[in-house]
C-alpha cells in the first residue's frame, strides 16, 4: 500500500498534465470543456488559479485502496469556479480587464454563472474576443455540427462555426 504524505496540487503538475487532468472532468459536457479551453487557450489563468490553489486535484488511482498495477498519476482536476469572484475581490488572484472578462466567461459557461455578455465582449481585445466566441461556439455543439445538405452531403461533419485559434 502507497502512504501518501502530501496531497497533489495544481501548482506542482507540469501544465500540459494539469490541463488533461481538467479535460478529464469536463469532456461530454460542451459548456465545460468551453470554460476549460478558454483558459487554457488564454495561456494566464491556469497557473495563476493554480498558484492560488482553486484548482483541486486528485490521483486517478485510489492512493489508499488496492493497487491496479497502474502507476498513480493525477486523474483528474477542477476549477473551483464559485471561488473565483471571492478570490478576485480579495486580491488573491489579479489579471487585466481583458483576463478578468475571460475569467468571467469560463466561470459563466461552466457553472452559469451571469455575464453581461454585451458588457464583457466589448472590453476584449481581438484575440481575446476569437477566444470567447470559440469558447461560444464550442459550448453550442459546432464542433460536431454536420452537415444539412446545404453544404456537402447529408451528415458529413462540418468545421467548427468558430475554431480555436491556433496556438503559439
Same mark, same amino acid.
Not at 78 to 89: F, I, M, Y
Not at 138 to 161: I, K, N, Q, Y
Given at each position: 500500500?502507497? /502512504?501518501?504524505?502530501?496531497?497533489?496540487?495544481?501548482?506542482?503538475?507540469?501544465?500540459?498534465?494539469?490541463?488533461?487532468?481538467?479535460?478529464?472532468?469536463?469532456?461530454?459536457?460542451?459548456?465545460?470543456?468551453?470554460?476549460?479551453?478558454?483558459?487554457?487557450?488564454?495561456?494566464?489563468?491556469?497557473?495563476?488559479?493554480?498558484?492560488?490553489?482553486?484548482?483541486?486535484?486528485?490521483?486517478?488511482?485510489?492512493?489508499?485502496?488496492?493497487? /491496479?498495477?497502474?502507476?498513480?498519476?493525477?486523474?483528474?482536476?477542477? @476549477? #473551483?469556479? /464559485?471561488?473565483?469572484?471571492?478570490?478576485?475581490?480579495?486580491?488573491?488572484?489579479?489579471?487585466?480587464?481583458?483576463?478578468?472578462?475571460?475569467?468571467?466567461?469560463?466561470?459563466?459557461?461552466?457553472?452559469?454563472?451571469? @455575464?453581461?455578455?454585451?458588457?464583457?465582449? #466589448?472590453?476584449?481585445?481581438?484575440?481575446?474576443?476569437?477566444?470567447?466566441?470559440?469558447?461560444?461556439?464550442?459550448?453550442?455543439?459546432?464542433?460536431?455540427?454536420?452537415? /444539412?445538405?446545404?453544404?456537402?452531403?447529408?451528415?458529413?461533419?462540418?468545421?467548427?462555426?468558430?475554431?480555436?485559434?491556433?496556438?503559439?
Amino acid at each position: 500500500m502507497r /502512504t501518501v504524505l502530501f496531497p497533489p496540487r495544481a501548482v506542482d503538475l507540469d501544465p500540459v498534465d494539469l490541463q488533461n487532468a481538467l479535460l478529464r472532468v469536463a469532456v461530454g459536457d460542451y459548456s465545460a470543456e468551453a470554460a476549460v479551453l478558454l483558459l487554457v487557450n488564454d495561456g494566464y489563468w491556469l497557473p495563476t488559479l493554480a498558484g492560488a490553489e482553486l484548482i483541486a486535484v486528485d490521483y486517478d488511482d485510489d492512493p489508499a485502496g488496492p493497487p /491496479t498495477g497502474r502507476p498513480a498519476g493525477i486523474g483528474w482536476a477542477q @476549477v #473551483a469556479w /464559485t471561488d473565483l469572484d471571492a478570490a478576485v475581490r480579495q486580491g488573491r488572484i489579479v489579471g487585466s480587464a481583458g483576463q478578468l472578462r475571460l475569467l468571467r466567461a469560463a466561470a459563466s459557461l461552466a457553472e452559469g454563472q451571469p @455575464v453581461a455578455l454585451g458588457d464583457l465582449a #466589448a472590453g476584449l481585445d481581438r484575440p481575446r474576443l476569437a477566444l470567447l466566441l470559440a469558447a461560444i461556439a464550442h459550448a453550442g455543439g459546432s464542433h460536431e455540427h454536420r452537415s /444539412t445538405g446545404v453544404v456537402g452531403d447529408v451528415g458529413d461533419p462540418v468545421p467548427p462555426l468558430v475554431p480555436w485559434p491556433a496556438g503559439e
